[in-house]
């Protein structure tokens, strides 16, 4: 079964078996061609929209306090898969080593404060003022992390790494983030925008963001 990013799904009796009988690895191996770029901006995309409604000052409180959760749990989870299957090899190139040094520089600034900020929404009931106040200010670094990863950072690996490096990378990264393919069956038919993308960072078409902001909808429920 074909999917986006260039993914090809295990046959659909895979959801069937038991969580018992296969273990992670099992279920990224029915999983082809995904290359690194094409899954962190599939997590890029959702915390984008988690960014803008954490930013707004005028957002209904219970959906922020809602959307801060999914936000830090997806933050520690790419940041720390982003790590170890990306940042590791990429700052080995010379083309890319300066811009990984201040991106790991600022993983450790937002990783310390997603930490810190999961504890004190573990036992809340509702969103502080403080600790909007908290969130708003590590989205507006994350927000301005992810524009320098994707103008800087993701054209430059395009440029330096093959094409079986980057699904290398995307299958190592697809494997420490836990992403599975029952979590990537009703990703939305994307493979040429993102072609395009990898052509012109840039330029995004109004096809891809509608597409992506009914994955992103898909994902809040």
Request: hydrophobic letters at 40%.
């Amino acid at each position: 079964m074909s999917s986006a990013y260039g993914l090809t799904l295990a046959s659909s009796n895979m959801d069937s078996m038991s969580e018992g009988n296969m273990t992670q690895k099992q279920e990224i191996a029915g999983i082809q061609q995904a290359s690194v770029i094409d899954l962190i901006l599939i997590d890029h995309r959702y915390l984008k929209e988690c960014i803008k409604i954490l930013g707004d000052h005028d957002e209904d409180k219970t959906k922020k306090f809602r959307m801060a959760k999914g936000f830090l749990e997806t933050l520690e989870k790419h940041s720390y898969a982003e790590k170890k299957a990306v940042y590791t090899l990429a700052e080995k190139n010379e083309d890319l080593h300066f811009n990984i040094l201040e991106a790991e520089i600022e993983h450790g600034i937002v990783d310390q404060k997603v930490k810190l900020l999961k504890r004190r929404l573990l036992k809340a009931r509702s969103l502080k003022e403080d600790v909007e106040a908290e969130l708003k200010v590590l989205a507006d670094l994350v927000r301005h992390h992810l524009l320098e990863e994707e103008s800087e950072i993701l054209p430059k690996m395009q440029q330096v790494f093959t094409d079986d490096a980057l699904d290398e990378m995307g299958a190592e990264f697809m494997e420490i983030r836990k992403f599975s393919p029952k979590s990537l069956h009703d990703f939305p038919v994307l493979q040429d925008e993102l072609i395009h993308w990898k052509d012109s960072v840039q330029q995004l078409s109004t096809q891809f963001l509608t597409k992506m902001d009914q994955y992103v909808e898909n994902l809040k429920h």
